[in-house]
């Protein structure tokens, strides 16, 4: 079954949470703070699928603390982040840690449920590429990335990407020179268009020229085509 790990410290937020995501067919692992969630990552590594995170938590380890651990540990497992209208800045914080996504409280079950059954569609594309051995690969320049392993190499040294910077390296890979708007990138990337929601897409973006240029405050490769998006560069 499909299994989640859900952490918030508020009990009838968690409940609730808890509550729709077992509706939409997930098998659900709680915590209540950053040292238990760690506890119930580690129990069961191999089989948790998505991360739910409050970024307000108790105890010495808040959500962002999570975020980063779990990222470390894993480039597979989908990351979502639970945050307040007031922090902004967190938001981006957690999306440069490596989540995947973040959502605003309040927030509606159907959002949450369409949130993550995205996430989950993409980890279960890459084991089905993974397990018939699909092998296709786009090469530009220096560069060679691999459907199959959704790994990308520079120079034929590995760049490791999470889902979701692969999702939008495919994408830039596929239109070579061609502006993609944010809204295009979003859609593609996250499964739905998030309309009026643009940072996201730029967080992920500098994320990438972290690990791809040689120098990211001066791309080559990944270029901003102003008031619109992003292009890969020919």
Known sequence: MKKILVVEDEDTIREFIVLNLKRGGYEV?????????????EEDPENLDIAILDIMLP????????????????????????TA????????????????????????????????????RRAVVAHIRAENNF??????GKFKLNLRSHALFKDSKAIDLTHIEFQIVEFLFSNPGIALSRKDISKHAWGQLRLGDEKIVDVNIRRLRMKIEDNPSEPQYILTVWGLGYKWAN
């Open 135 to 140: 092998k296709e690969e786009i090469v530009l």
């Open 59 to 82: 105890g010495a380890m808040d959500g962002l603390a999570v975020c980063k651990y779990l990222r470390k540990k894993s480039l597979s497992l989908g990351i979502i982040l639970l």
């Open 85 to 120: 209208k007031t922090q902004e800045m967190d938001k981006v914080s957690g999306l440069m840690f490596g989540a995947d996504d973040y959502m605003t409280k309040p927030f509606s079950p159907s959002e949450l449920v369409a949130r993550v059954d995205a996430l989950y």
């Open 29 to 41: 692992v709680e915590a209540a703070d950053g040292e238990a969630a760690i506890e119930k990552y």
